[in-house]
C-alpha cells in the first residue's frame, strides 16, 4: 500500500506539487522536471529521481539552489516549510559559542567562492560545521563544486524524505 503521504503528493496538481518541492531545491526546473515524474510507486522511486535531476543541474542553478540558504549559524526568517526546515537542520548553531567565528568563516568563504557556504548540517555541532568551513577555504574552484554539489544533494534527498514521511 502507498504512504499517504506520498499518495497525497502524487494527487496534487503540477503547480501545487512543483511548489512544494520548491522547498527542497529552489530551482523551478527542477521542480517540474520532479514533479512530472509523478505518480511515484515509492519515496526510494521520488529521491532517486530528484538526485538524478539534482544532478544534471548546470552550475548556475546549483548556484540558485545555493542562493535560498541562510548562512550557516544564522537563523532563517519567515514562516516557510524551506525555512522552518533550514532552522531545524541547523539546530543551535546560531546560539552556540561558535556563531561569530562561523560568522567569520562564512564572509571568507562568500568572499572566496562568491555563494553561500553549504554544509548538511543536519547531526553536526557548530564546532564541526566550522572545521568543515575552515578546511574548505583550501579546496581549488572545482573541488568545492564538487563538495557542494554532494552537500546539497544530501539536503534534498532529506527534504524529499520529509516532505513526503
Do not use: K
Request: glycine share 6%; net charge negative.
Amino acid at each position: 500500500m502507498l504512504d499517504p503521504a506520498l499518495a497525497r503528493f502524487n494527487d496534487l496538481v503540477r503547480e501545487q506539487a512543483e511548489e512544494e518541492l520548491l522547498a527542497c531545491c529552489a530551482v523551478p526546473e527542477w521542480a517540474a522536471r520532479v514533479a512530472l515524474g509523478r505518480p511515484y510507486p515509492s519515496v526510494g522511486s521520488l529521491t532517486a529521481l530528484g538526485l538524478e535531476a539534482l544532478a544534471d543541474l548546470s552550475w548556475d542553478q546549483v548556484a540558485q539552489a545555493l542562493a535560498a540558504h541562510p548562512r550557516i549559524g544564522e537563523r532563517a526568517a519567515g514562516g516557510s516549510r524551506e525555512a522552518a526546515w533550514s532552522r531545524r537542520e541547523q539546530g543551535d548553531a546560531a546560539e552556540a559559542p561558535e556563531a561569530a567565528a562561523l560568522h567569520e568563516a562564512n564572509v571568507a568563504y562568500e568572499e572566496r567562492f562568491g555563494h553561500v557556504f553549504l554544509i548538511f548540517a543536519s547531526g553536526r555541532t557548530p564546532a564541526e560545521m566550522l572545521a568543515a568551513a575552515r578546511a574548505r577555504l583550501g579546496n581549488d574552484e572545482q573541488t568545492e563544486r564538487r563538495v557542494v554539489r554532494a552537500e546539497l544533494a544530501r539536503i534534498v534527498r532529506l527534504r524529499l524524505e520529509r516532505l513526503v514521511g
